[in-house]
Structures are given as C-alpha cells and as structure tokens.
C-alpha cells in the first residue's frame, strides 16, 4: 500500500491552499485527490466578482481567484488527482478511493486533510407542497448549467431563499435575458451579504419579500406557477395572503451543509451546530490525524477565510507530523446567548503557539452588541461590535498568555445594546 | 424638491445605512456613513453608479461551451444591458490564456473584457 505523508481530499480552494502551505513548509509527499475534471471547486462556476479582497487585496472572480492557486500548485510541484472520488476513509487514516484508470485503490497518509464543500438543501428537505413538475433546480445546480455547461435553466423565474448563490444567480439570469419576479425570504431578514442585496437584487428592481416562502408548485410536466405566502411569526403561512407568479423555473437557495459522510462514517465527531466536524486550534478533528477546512468545516460566504483556514488546517498538520498531538485535555468553546457557533469549538489552552483565532457567527442581526468570552465567572475578554448580521462570520484573536489561566470551558456571549 | 436616496454602503461588512439629499443634480447632504470609503461610494451611487460586470462569452475549439469573462475595471451600471448585447454575441476560439483581452475597449467606456480563466483547446 502506498503511504503518503499527508493527503488532501477535495481540490477547491480549501484543499488547493492546504496542498499548497503543506509544501511550502517542507511536507513533500502530498497527494490533493479531486472528483472532478479540473480544480477550483465551486469557484469554476462563481464566475462573478468579489474574491480575494483579503488574500490578494482586489477583488477578482472565482475562477481568476483559483487560477492564482492553480499557478502556486504548479510552482509547488503539487501532486493532484483529478477524477477520482475518495469513497471512505478509515480511523487508521487509509483512504480508499476510485477513478476510471487505477480502479479500487486503497493508500494510507500519516496526516489527512478533509477539504470536501458543501452541498445544497433541496426540495426535499423543505417539503414545498405541490406537484413535481420540471423547473424546480438548487440555485447551485442552475449556477454550473449556466456557468459552467453553458445553458439556461429557464426564462421566467422565481427564487426562494436570500442566500447568496439565490442572489447572485437573480442577476444572472436577468443579465441573460430572463425576468426574475422575486426573491422570498421566510426570516424577517435576508441571509445574503449586503452586497449582493444591493447589486443583484436592488441594481434590477427585483422585489425582495421578507417573512414569505412558496407553499405551493402547479404544472404539469414543467413548472407553470408558484403561490407564495406571508408567515407568521412561527413561520407559518398565514391563509389570505396568496400572491401567484406565472414562471417556468423556481431557484431554491435555502442554504449549504457541510458535505461531513466520509467524516462521519469514519467515526469523526461532528459540531451539531455547524454539521461539520469539531475542531480543536490546529482544526484537528476528534481523531488524531485528521483536519478539516473549507466548506467541509462550517459554510463560509468570503473564500479568504477558506483559504486563510486551510493553510491554519495545513500548518496544524504539519505540527502534528512533527510533534504528535497535544497531550493536554481540551477545554470546550461553547456558544451561549445570542452566538450561534464558534470554530474551533475546542482548544488546548497551553499548547496554543502565540495565537489562536475564533470565528463565530451570531444568531440574529443586532446594530451594536457585546461581546463576552469568559471563564467560569472570570471574563477573559469584553468586546463592543457594531453592525452585527448571521451572514457575516465575525472574528476574535485571543494571544496563548490571555488563555492560561484557562481551566474549564469558555462561552462566548453576544448581548445587544439598546439604544433610546 | 428635494429627493431624499437610501444607500446600503458595500464598502465593508459594516453596511452602513446612507442617506443622501439631492437638488437638481446635486447632492446637498450625505449622513449615516461611518468613514470616507462610505462618502466616496454615496457620491458616485448618487452621480454615477458603477459596476464590475462578469458573465461568459461562447468559446469553441474547446472541452468547455463557455469562458468565464469580466471587466477590468468598473463601467456605468445604466450602459450594463448594453454590453451584455456583446457579449452575448461574441465567440472566441480556444486556447485562451489568463486574463486575455476578448473584447477591447468595450463600448468606449476604457474597460476591457478579460478572460476570467485559461481554457485549453480540443486535444
Ligand atoms: C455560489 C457561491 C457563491 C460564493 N460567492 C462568494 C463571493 O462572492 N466572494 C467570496 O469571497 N466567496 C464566495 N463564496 C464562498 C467561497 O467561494 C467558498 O466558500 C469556497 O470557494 C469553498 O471552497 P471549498 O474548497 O471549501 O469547497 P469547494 O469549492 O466545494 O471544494 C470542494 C472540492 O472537494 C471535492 N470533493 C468533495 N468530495 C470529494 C470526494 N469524496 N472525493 C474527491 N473529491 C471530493 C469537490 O469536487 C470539490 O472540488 C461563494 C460560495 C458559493 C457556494
């Protein structure tokens, strides 16, 4: 069986910038292994702008984003193999994967780094009353046919959900020729940057209905109307409130879970809240040896923190090849009030090299708010944030000498601040 | 008359709520930015609002129908249905390098269309 140093699953821009930052710190043998035809992940077909204002400090489109990456592979002398699908993975780190050429192949790495994306929640999962007509597609799916393949999903169009890929693909369709009627939100608020509400939706006139959702699909063989309704505060729909739009397509953008089967079926402890694996400073998840970053950690709308996470993952590994795990108990980083999750949701408060940083989103929008991190009743750090939405992942940097007096579990807390 | 403009600022995550007071054209007042970066972009969504516009042209000779392409920079929102009538007409031969220029001086507005992407050619 051959044995790598370490193995990156998954070729986007997580496992690229893992792959990447392994040899650049001296891991030679490494080996990316990628489904697909080509690298860049979800990046070949987020073909609009915004990327990179952070890492490369302008902004460019996702494939010029995994381009750049893809020139660094080369440099690097990165080993990456594409069309091939890793089917498991196993607690003793081999990892049996499949391609047309080699067949069934079984290898085993001394550091795996699980880079895998996410996936996109479907019709399914929202159990939208109605027939099952064509024309009902993931805005994920209808953003590869058109990006990628070259085809239009449709003409007259519907979307639910505010989340990004739903806003970005509004003004997509409306650039090439369909008419998108308008974007539902079933919370009071949209889950999409501020951006994009601006320049997809606001740039075209596309009207945004917050507290509705689509409660039912007509059409026969393809989508032919679509009813959608107010809710109450319980999200349910209220009886009168009946609008209908006559489109041919209805877009689903109802939000990405972390593509975690091969973590779980391996027996690697998964955050319930981010419904990825749990990870400690070093993004090592509960099994020695194993990482993860990216998409496959917890969704992230900004690719500069996938990638500034993958190279922490990368670098965690590396320090792990050459020093073992830490022989400390972890203390838990929990969310309370008010915070949603935080990553890592685990720390060796003493084995902490300089710094450890934490990302952490809160649970609604607040215009000014406090933020806590304590221990016990000890606060290790008080912190008054402004302008504060779920869609955007804040950040908190703590130095190793804050934590070491850290003997228990630590709670962030966000408390809004009212003001008359 | 005056006429009052809402702004969500894209500056940064902080997404400033503006509002700008406009007279004949010009602006009277801009409040609720927090920094210069939000006055700068309220002056010139209120004058001139300009974008980066991304889409794909049609390529051939190539394992893919389709290259990812965008300007080099921002051109005026209200000539963007405009460009994509171009765009959406041309067609361009593989290989294509990394930022090739497609289409020059797109509608004289000084911005270039670029290939977002390099795409090899058939075999
Ligand atoms: C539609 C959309 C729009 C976005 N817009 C922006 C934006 O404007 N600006 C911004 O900064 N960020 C944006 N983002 C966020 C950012 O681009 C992504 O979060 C980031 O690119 C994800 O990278 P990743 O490597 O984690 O996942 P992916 O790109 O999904 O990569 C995962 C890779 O793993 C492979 N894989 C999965 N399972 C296996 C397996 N079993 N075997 C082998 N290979 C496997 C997949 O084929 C894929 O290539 C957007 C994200 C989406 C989805």
């Known amino acids: 069986m051959r044995k790598y140093s370490a193995v990156v699953i998954g070729g986007g821009s997580a496992g690229l910038a893992a792959g990447i930052t392994l040899k650049e710190n001296g891991i030679d043998d490494v080996l990316v292994i990628e489904k697909d035809d080509m690298v860049g992940g979800i990046l070949n077909q987020c073909i609009h702008n915004g990327f990179g204002l952070h890492t490369f400090h302008e902004q460019m489109s996702g494939p010029a984003y995994a381009e750049r990456f893809m020139i660094r592979a080369e440099e690097v002398g990165l080993d990456i193999k594409l069309n091939s699908m890793v089917t498991h993975i196993h607690p003793d780190r081999t990892i049996e994967y499949v391609n047309r050429d080699e067949g069934y192949v079984t290898i085993q790495a001394d550091a795996v780094i699980l880079a895998v994306g996410c996936y996109e929640r479907n019709r399914g999962a929202l159990a939208i009353p109605g027939q099952r007509p064509a024309g009902v597609f993931t805005a994920g799916q209808a953003q590869r046919y058109l990006n990628i393949d070259g085809y239009m999903v449709g003409r007259k169009v519907f979307i639910l959900g505010s989340g990004d890929i739903g806003l970005i693909m509004a003004r997509r369709m409306m650039l090439e020729g369909a008419k998108v009627y308008g974007v539902a939100e079933i919370m009071p608020y949209s889950n999409g940057l501020p951006r994009n509400i601006k320049q997809c939706l606001e740039d075209f006139d596309i009207p945004l209905y917050l507290n509705h959702t689509v409660t039912n699909i007509y059409g026969k063989d393809r989508v032919e109307r679509i009813e959608v309704s107010k809710v109450d505060e319980k999200m349910q729909p209220i009886k009168g409130t009946e609008m209908y739009f006559d489109v041919d397509t209805l877009l689903l953008s109802v939000g990405l879970i972390p593509e975690n089967h091969l973590g779980d079926a391996a027996g690697i402890e998964m955050d319930p809240r981010i419904k990825g694996p749990s990870v400690d400073e070093n993004y090592m998840c509960s099994i020695d040896g194993f990482f993860a970053c990216g998409n496959g950690l917890h969704v992230h709308d900004l690719v500069d923190y996938v990638t500034l996470q993958a190279q922490r993952a990368a670098l965690g590994a590396v320090h792990y090849l050459k020093n073992g795990p830490a022989e400390e108990k972890a203390v838990k980083a929990v969310p309370g009030n008010g915070i949603l999750y935080t990553v890592p949701a685990r720390i060796h408060p003493h084995h902490i090299d300089k710094t450890v940083e934490f990302f952490y989103r809160i649970r609604k929008p607040m215009d000014e708010a406090v933020i806590t991190v304590k221990c016990g009743d000890r606060v290790l750090r008080r912190q008054t944030k402004k302008y504060l939405v779920p869609s955007v992942m804040e950040r908190m940097m703590f130095a190793g000498r804050q934590l070491e007096d850290v003997d228990g579990d630590i709670t962030f807390e966000a408390e809004e601040v009212i003001h008359d | ?123």
């Open chain 2, 1 to 123: 008359m005056t006429e009052t403009k809402q702004l969500t600022c894209v500056g940064c995550p902080a997404g400033c709520r503006i509002t700008i007071e406009m007279e004949g054209g010009e602006i009277l007042s801009i409040a609720g930015n927090t920094c210069d970066v939000g006055e700068q972009y309220a002056r010139q969504e209120a004058i001139m609002p300009m974008r980066i516009l991304t889409s794909t042209v049609k390529v051939t000779d190539c394992p893919y129908r389709v290259l990812p392409v965008t300007t080099d920079r921002e051109i005026p929102l209200k000539m963007i249905d405009q460009a994509m009538e171009i765009i959406r007409t041309t067609v361009v031969k593989a290989p294509v390098s990394f930022e090739q220029v497609i289409i020059e001086n797109l509608l004289d507005t000084g911005a270039n269309v670029i290939a977002s992407r390099s795409l090899p050619a058939l075999h």
